[in-house]
């Protein structure tokens, strides 16, 4: 009968604590970037001619339906073979991720500008404040209220997500389990205390993204 024995993981814990702390920085590297190119792209949707919507809405389409693993293996083993670059898996990885999450992000930044009054941009508009005006001091302030319940699932969806980086050894959470497993064969032990630091890292940060949500609750 197998016995759980949890001494060598102990031992070895401070690489599923490094791993954790890499999976956090690649997450929140990922969301920055990521917020970055679905903010522009979603602007230049909604502004753009029909050209430029439907270029946004390929890229889009390409990357919500190509599984995250399969764009990691393009990034890292592919692209290099095609042109000459050189990166180091975790740059490559911290690229491919921001890409996928900017894909997601378009439409979550979409949504909340279709999403704002009407009211508030005719009123805008009154009183003279130019086009950029109305975007930056108006649209984008509370496009981001209504939207941050949606970013925060995509930033908790992405912490998970870096779990795929083990494909491609760069040492987050999941590499520094598969490194203990081989390296003491106690299966078991180490993907539960991993999964318990997933579902316990999960539920820190949605408790404190929840409490900003709170913060910038729009008052319907």
Do not use: C
């Amino acid at each position: 009968m197998y016995r759980l024995n949890f001494t060598l993981i102990w031992r070895h814990f401070d690489r599923l604590w490094d791993g954790l702390l890499l999976s956090l920085e690649l997450a929140v590297l990922a969301i920055a970037i990521g917020v970055v190119i679905g903010l522009t792209l979603a602007v230049w949707y909604v502004s753009g001619g029909r050209a430029v919507r439907t270029a946004i809405s390929a890229y889009v389409e390409f990357i919500r339906n190509v599984p995250l693993i399969l764009l990691v293996y393009l990034v890292f083993y592919g692209l290099p073979t095609v042109v000459d670059i050189r990166y180091s898996a975790t740059t490559s990885f911290v690229a491919t991720l921001a890409v996928y999450a900017g894909a997601h992000l378009v439409e979550v930044f979409r949504a909340g500008l279709d999403a704002v009054p009407r009211g508030q941009l005719d009123a805008a508009k009154a009183i003279g404040l130019t086009p950029w005006q109305r975007l930056v001091d108006v649209r984008l302030p509370t496009m981001f209220r209504i939207s941050l319940p949606s970013l925060s699932n995509t930033f908790i969806s992405l912490f998970k997500d870096t779990s795929v980086a083990s494909v491609i050894s760069v040492p987050e959470l999941t590499f520094g389990a598969q490194w203990i497993n081989l390296n003491t064969f106690r299966i078991v032990e180490v993907y539960l205390v991993t999964a318990g630091m997933y579902l316990v890292t999960g539920y820190v940060l949605l408790f404190g993204l929840r409490l900003l949500e709170r913060h910038f609750k729009v008052e319907r």
